[in-house]
DNA sequence: CCGCTATACCTCGCCTGCGAGGTATGGTCC
DNA sequence: GGACCATACCTCGCAGGCGAGGTATAGCGG
């Protein structure tokens, strides 16, 4: 996940580490910081595979910083993992907002789509949180106020995404399949 | 989180590792699959600490069951769990959502909506996902559609979260602090 | 009664991310 | 000009979770 944020922040413009950080911490919505053991060596593996290179200038106002950049291959890179996404990249909210974060870069409209409907075909599956036996529980059917919670509160990112992905899938490919 | 997640569940009633799979798998929303190679040894480490006993049944109509219960201490450690659930527990969605599910079991109303208020001071701290510079990005503000949506979503359900924890706190501690 | 399938449990190695530690440098304040 | 702080980078060991593999058992179809 830290890689492909790296990765995409990377293809807007060359960062340096530090800003980097700072940028992927926002990621996640609420900032929640990136720890550096975390950041520097996704860095060294991408840089390592050939995807990123560096070029260091001295500090603006402290020690000098390395200034990262997409090579041509990490461009593909990011292009094919963006295009490849699927199961925790689609199942999973964290991952899925930072594929998200940088779909824009894959350029062809008919693969973001392509995208797009895979999550939306994952988030049709039917689901429930709690079940008795096999029955699924509605949120009015348990006393448990938190349970009630967890229910409503999913009911709702789930209505406010499909929303979304409908009317982005119409925009994308108007007479698109299905 | 997937220990958590035994703990809470064995509070409820004795379950052999089968089933809890099922029920933790269900309990992210959208069922997803727990790994055995997550399970089993995550009870392990629960049995070595003396937060569950195990006793063997014939299995119903396959292998031979092992029936797994919280222990006194097992309960302690459930109720010390939920009540000083912080840091990731509170910010990222997925374990929040784990400790919300148990939280029923941690008795005491005044913890209950202290874990409660700590999810809300979290949320209500300024956020964004995207910058230019120090400005925060408004969902308007930019033409990138995907990023519109991320913002969008993350609006959504933040809004019913807040909602909720409103009237829940309210329910829990008519006259409690703030 | 043989093989298949579903159930049930377990282990191993890997990968990702975290936290705690460390180094170095430029700017600011006294 | 020395202390201090913010910036900037890095390493190491650890822990949690995954996937691929393996074992065993009960029931069922032919």
Redesign the pocket.
């Not at 340096?16 to 800003?19: I, S, V």
């Not at 520097?40 to 593996?45: D, G, Q, T, V």
């Given at each position: 996940?830290?890689?492909l944020a790296i990765l995409g922040f990377l293809g807007e413009r060359p960062l340096?580490?530090?800003?980097l950080?700072r940028r992927v911490a926002h990621l996640t919505g609420h900032v929640?910081?990136?720890?550096?053991?975390?950041l520097?060596?996704?860095?060294?593996?991408l840089e390592k595979a050939g995807w990123l290179s560096r070029r260091t200038e001295?500090?603006?106002?402290?020690?000098?910083?390395?200034?990262l950049s997409l090579t041509e291959a990490g461009r593909d890179e990011l292009r094919r993992r963006l295009r490849d996404a699927g199961?925790?990249q689609i199942s999973d909210e964290n991952h899925w907002f930072t594929v998200l974060a940088f779909l824009r870069q894959l350029d062809d409209p008919a693969q973001q789509a392509a995208v797009l409907r895979r999550r939306r075909d994952f988030l049709r599956e039917p689901s429930s949180f709690f079940y008795e036996g096999e029955r699924p529980l509605a949120a009015e059917e348990f006393e448990d106020p938190f349970r009630q919670g967890i229910l409503t509160i999913a009911r709702a990112t789930s209505r406010a995404e499909m929303r979304w992905l409908h009317a982005t899938l119409k925009a994308l490919d108007p007479q698109g399949p299905r």
């Open positions: 996940m830290v890689e340096h580490g530090y800003e950080k929640r910081p990136i720890a550096d053991g975390t520097y060596p996704a860095i060294k593996r001295p500090g603006s106002r402290a020690a000098p910083r390395h200034v199961g925790v």
